[in-house]
């Protein structure tokens, strides 16, 4: 058979598809929040995505995307379930009496000691672009009367206000007048660290480095003022965490929406080019106004108003980003090869040669976008070749732009993987090894919120397939180089 059969494909995680479906949960998830499943019957969301669907020049009904407008539905809805959720349902029932010591003798407790629940993970909709941002969020509050709150509601009412689509700052004045509200303390202080996916040209490797990170902070009772004690010992608190909210105290000025910094939309759905130091930033692609609108409908069903002043732009910001993952017939010029829909079957005579030197490109970043959720993933992708012969090997930036080539579309990890493997194994001739390494927003902004969750595919062709020992070395490479990429 051909070098099809021959591939190894396997997931190195136990999660080997990020995306796979999982209905029960999502069920489960909509009773919790009192919600009929009946109520996704008439839900106006599915037929505004299947019209993004098209607008992308994708097939609707081809199998990855056929179920793609109802997991979609149930992302947003479960993604936005805060709109539904009342603080004083959670906060009720949960004080509980605690004296602590004599106020002659300090303060603890009950009596007016701090209490800081650090490193609550969260994720929300940024209302400027509708994709989803990590928090790691930091809640302190001083108890009054004698009582305290069960620790796990102060996370949950975080999570209330989460699950809206937010902006940073708000989010922490939410959460703290919330709580302020709520549980009558003396005084909230709230520490949100937020990550917000950059444009993908601007996304640096696996981690978080190349995000947009911002620090905000909100406060109120005995925690406010300048060169407050309370504060004072709630950041140093915070610190004992490795987290210092002094040294990110210039970070809330930044610009926090990569999509509205890049471009200033108008309401008909045209774009006015945004400068940066006197140069016009690069030219944004057109938003066609049926997919606009499709994406105003969509707020529509979430209970938003598409005209409230913070969602103006929000419908055509989002399509923009959308549309860096439109459907294209590009073609990609590999070491002479052009690749567009490549066969590993369209091999030259003569490549059964045992080169032996192996040559390798570690950690070219990516950003694809899921085709089962409409969600980002984002990582690195590691590719190892043998030496044709020449003597010569491929330039990396036409590796990074093979990888561009298949990440930037509609995608699954496990099919990325296997497409990258057989363009290179066509090009080099003897063998190819690709590991894909990434994070699925999908993983992590939905119901099962597995947020250091990460996913490796490799895919073996050739001698590769046939000699472990190489395989072995070209991963060993990866690991030994892991360390030193920043």
């Known amino acids: 058979m051909g070098a099809l059969e021959e591939a190894h494909l396997a997931a190195a995680v136990a999660a080997a598809c990020a995306c796979e479906e999982e209905e029960e949960d999502d069920l489960e998830l909509l009773a919790a929040d009192g919600e009929a499943a009946s109520a996704w019957d008439d839900d106006a969301m599915e037929p505004a995505v299947r019209a993004l669907l098209v607008g992308l020049g994708e097939d609707e009904r081809r199998e990855g995307l056929r179920r793609t407008p109802k997991r979609v539905a149930k992302a947003f809805r479960d993604g936005t379930r805060g709109y539904r959720q009342k603080v004083k349902d959670i906060v009720q029932g949960a004080l509980f009496p605690e004296v602590g010591v004599d106020k002659r003798a300090g303060s603890a407790g009950g009596t007016g000691g701090q209490v800081v629940v650090r490193d609550i993970e969260l994720f929300s909709y940024c209302e400027s672009c509708l994709l989803p941002f990590s ?41 703290c007048g919330a709580l302020h509200a709520s549980i009558q303390p003396a005084g909230v202080a709230v520490a949100l660290q937020c ?67 890049h471009e200033v939309p108008f309401s008909n759905g045209h774009c006015k080019k945004s400068t940066a130091n006197g140069s016009i930033l690069p030219k944004s692609v057109p938003t066609p106004s049926n997919m606009v609108s499709a994406v105003s409908s969509m707020l ?29 017939n590009l073609q990609v010029n590999l070491n002479g090869f052009t690749l567009n ?19 390798s490109e570690l950690h070219l970043p990516f950003c694809a976008q899921c085709e089962h959720h409409l969600l980002p993933f984002y990582g690195v992708v590691h590719i190892g070749y043998f030496d044709n012969g020449s003597g010569e090997g491929i330039d990396r930036s036409h590796f990074q732009a093979l990888v561009h080539f298949y990440g930037c579309k509609l995608q699954v990890q496990e099919r990325m993987t296997r497409q990258i493997a057989e363009a290179v194994y066509s090009a ?29 595919t490799i895919a073996v062709l050739g001698q590769f397939l046939t000699d472990p020992s190489a395989k072995a070395c070209f991963l060993q490479n990866v690991l030994d180089t892991a360390d030193s990429v920043v």
Request: glycine share 8%; with cysteine; net charge positive.
């Open 135 to 175: 928090i790691q969020c930091h809640v302190g509050y001083m108890p009054s009367g004698g009582r305290v709150v069960g620790l796990s509601k102060l996370s949950r009412v975080s999570d209330v206000f989460a699950k809206r689509l937010q902006n940073p700052q708000r989010l922490a004045n939410e959460i």
């Open 195 to 261: 990550w917000h996916i950059p444009l993908p040209e601007n996304l640096e490797c696996k981690t978080l480095q190349g995000w947009i990170r911002t620090s905000h902070s909100s406060r109120s009772g005995v925690f406010e003022g300048e060169n407050n004690t309370f504060w004072n010992d709630f950041v140093a608190l915070l610190k004992l965490r490795g987290v210092d909210m002094e040294m990110d105290s210039h970070s809330a000025s930044l610009s926090w929406c990569p999509l509205r910094s």
């Open 300 to 328: 529509l069903s979430l209970g938003e108003d598409p005209l409230r002043k913070e969602l103006l732009g929000t419908p055509q910001r989002y399509v923009q980003w959308l549309m860096k993952f439109r459907a294209c």
């Open 341 to 359: 829909n490549v066969s590993v079957y369209d091999r030259p005579d003569g490549d059964a040669a045992d080169h032996r030197t192996i040559r």
């Open 428 to 456: 080099s001739h003897n063998g190819a090894i690709v590991v894909v390494e990434a994070n699925h927003i999908c993983m992590i902004s939905r119901g099962i919120e597995k947020i250091r969750s990460n996913t490796a």
